[in-house]
């Protein structure tokens, strides 16, 4: 038994049954596992649940580190062939992910689902950045730029929402998003414009 | 070449895209008006300029379909003031590309594998970009090959794209709403055919190998088994476009060499198979040193239908055209009168018409003709102008000329400005296309 073997039988149970486990126990009786042994490896399903979504990114890491051309790649193209790998790796989950779809609907503080997750990429994202500082494709602002990291998140979460509500054939359309999406975000945080932006806002408040 | 930093994407940002350009547009007018109150003798042209400009750039930056009407507008040159022509040309060449993470993820999407596991060399830089792909350069056992990738998401936008450049292109071309919606249709269709990159492989195919008899022409070779439906594989061909190649100063023998064969192949196509490759931008053929062409890009090809054929090239007979009520009833057919016209337009149009076929049908009527007969392409040219600005014409309510005509007519007009730019003198008669449907080799 190993904790993948426990998140495959949860997102089983899941499928086949429209709705979570109620308990431990109940989860347990489909893999014939002892409820004590279950504990070895996760303290609650919530446990279970937030893996599974660390697991997707842990996953999809792995892989592009493992790939010859993603270390020759800047930190745009890192993050676009992250993008596009990630969801094509919760792809081979669609249902399941598909009865995720509450996590944009319940209160933030309720969204803990991710956490593990978003932990996992906050680290991502911030050794993303700092690679943007060096190779000058990020400008580092004072304050504004500790706040990068949000808006990433954020970006993922919109690239999540794309795909989940997508229709079109071969998910074509969540690729064009992803592509859009990214160029967007780093021609705001490279270019001048923010600067010229906050400038003039300065400007604007400032007292006569 | 730089890389497109972003795209407008949802139709939202595409329309706020034409909004901007209407503004600019609005500007350019009342700078052009500003500054002729300080200097009268300013032209139009400048103005025109401007305007070209701006458009030019809003529809490079949407890409797909909007650029590809573009590229249709592009081809009018004389229903369009010569600026507009210059700068839409430029959409025949090249627009952004998009990024490599992209291009990985269509292979691996579509074909399973990246393309570093396919070939032995694949060029991460788009070499040249399609109006709605991009080419990529890459090597597999020795072999140089060309690797066309189209961008996600195209077919689904081509519909919404079209309905926000219609009205834009109404302001353009000067017509109608009712008369755009036939031609619109046509447009749609065949835009919905290019983004299908399995029916161009299929076409590219069996169309190379149909006219691969003729003289002078070089097709690639396609590779069905590195291609999906977002990626055509095919042979790299070298070669320079029209105007580079126009630049190399080739010798008058060399450009008759190219025009001739470029004749045959449309002659060929039209006649004999009754589908023809109907894009014909500089972009789509790559001439060689020695006067041959490569040609590639089957994306768009116009099926003539029968009684369309017939009725279309009844018009070159020149017999035919001695009969008056004959030649009525093939306007008929053609929809380029119609029955519920009264008798002063059809004496009206038909005289239109009369003068227009004379003046596009010459070369058909002689056995050489010179494309490098300034004043022959400056008459047409004039006629058409004098054409656009026909009061009558731009008030007719009804569409005239049938939808099939739209793709056949741009063909035509393709053909005849690039063998205008190549001043080709080319054997044009009867006879030799009568040879190449038989299937002879001509002398």
Same mark, same amino acid.
């Given at each position: ?143 504004? $730029? ?38 967007? $975000? ?23 | ?443």
């Amino acid at each position: 038994m190993d904790k993948q073997q426990i998140r495959n039988a949860y997102k089983m149970y899941l499928l086949e049954n429209g709705k979570e486990p109620v308990s431990v126990y109940m989860l347990c009786k489909t893999i014939d596992m002892p409820e004590s042994e279950f504990y070895g490896f996760y303290s609650s399903l919530e446990a279970v649940e937030r893996d599974i979504w660390l697991a997707v990114f842990e996953e999809t890491l792995q892989q592009l580190q493992a790939d010859e051309t993603y270390p020759q790649y800047n930190a745009q193209e890192k993050l676009l062939s992250f993008y596009f790998l990630w969801v094509s790796r919760l792809r081979e989950d669609r249902s399941y992910f598909l009865l995720q779809r509450d996590i944009f609907t319940v209160p933030l503080i309720y969204r803990n689902k991710l956490s593990a997750f978003k932990t996992a990429f906050y680290d991502y994202i911030s050794a993303l950045i700092k690679e943007g500082y060096a190779s000058t494709e990020i400008k580092e602002r004072k304050y504004i $730029s500790d706040q990068y990291v949000h808006g990433f998140w954020v970006q993922a979460l919109f690239v999540l929402k794309y795909w989940l509500d997508d229709t079109s054939d071969n998910f074509e359309l969540t690729d064009a998003a992803i592509e859009k999406a990214v160029n967007l $975000s780093f021609q705001l945080i490279g270019s001048n414009t923010l600067d010229s932006l906050l400038d003039f806002g300065k400007f604007i408040f400032m007292k006569k | 070449m730089k890389e497109q930093s972003n795209i407008p994407t949802g139709k939202v940002e595409r329309a706020g895209k034409f909004v901007t350009t209407g503004l600019k547009v609005g500007t350019n007018y009342i700078k052009h008006y500003t500054r002729k109150l300080m200097d009268p003798s300013i032209s139009k042209e400048s103005l025109h300029q401007d305007n070209a400009a701006d458009i030019y750039n809003t529809l490079s930056n949407l890409k797909g379909s909007a650029l590809k009407v573009a590229q249709m507008l592009s081809m009018d040159k004389g229903m369009l003031p010569k600026a507009y022509a210059e700068k839409f040309a430029m959409s025949q060449y090249s627009a952004p590309p998009l990024s490599g993470p992209l291009v990985v993820n269509t292979f691996l999407k579509t074909l399973g594998k990246s393309p570093a596991q396919l070939f032995d060399k694949f060029d991460m830089h788009a070499s040249n970009a399609a109006s709605i792909g991009q080419v990529h350069r890459a090597e597999k056992n020795g072999k140089q090959l060309a690797v066309k990738i189209q961008y996600p998401g195209v077919a689904s936008s081509v519909k919404s794209d079209l309905r926000i450049v219609k009205p834009f292109a109404m302001r353009i071309v000067g017509m109608n709403e009712v008369d755009m919606d036939k031609y619109f249709e046509e447009i749609e269709t065949k835009l919905l055919e290019e983004t299908d990159y399995q029916l161009e492989l299929r076409r590219s195919m069996d169309l190379s190998a149909a006219c691969a008899h003729i003289p002078g022409l070089l097709f690639p070779g396609y590779y069905p088994e590195y291609s999906s439906e977002r990626i055509i594989t095919m042979d790299w061909l070298n070669g320079l476009h029209l105007k580079e190649f126009l630049q190399t100063k080739p010798s008058q023998e060399i450009r008759n060499k190219v025009g001739q064969a470029l004749w045959d192949f449309y002659q060929f196509q039209v006649h004999k198979l009754r589908q023809v490759h109907a894009d014909p931008h500089p972009g789509n053929f790559l001439m060689q040193p020695d006067g041959r062409v490569g040609i590639f890009d089957f994306g768009c090809v116009k099926v003539i239908p029968e009684d369309f054929y017939e009725n279309y090239f009844l018009l070159v007979d020149k017999e035919v055209l001695k009969d008056t009520a004959r030649r009525h009833q093939i306007y008929i057919n053609l929809e380029m009168l119609h029955p519920s016209d009264t008798p002063k337009e059809v004496a009206f149009f038909s005289e239109l018409f009369q003068h227009m076929i004379d003046l596009m049908t010459l070369p058909f009527t002689q056995e050489t003709f010179d494309f490098g007969n300034e004043s022959y392409f400056n008459e047409v040219y004039a006629y058409m102008d004098e054409l656009y600005n026909m009061k009558e014409i731009r008030e007719s309510k009804v569409a005239r000329g049938s939808s099939h005509s739209l793709y056949i007519n741009r063909t035509y007009f393709g053909l005849y400005s690039i063998l205008s730019d190549l001043q080709a003198n080319i054997i044009t008669g009867q006879h030799r296309i009568q040879q190449l449907v038989d299937g002879r080799q001509p002398e």
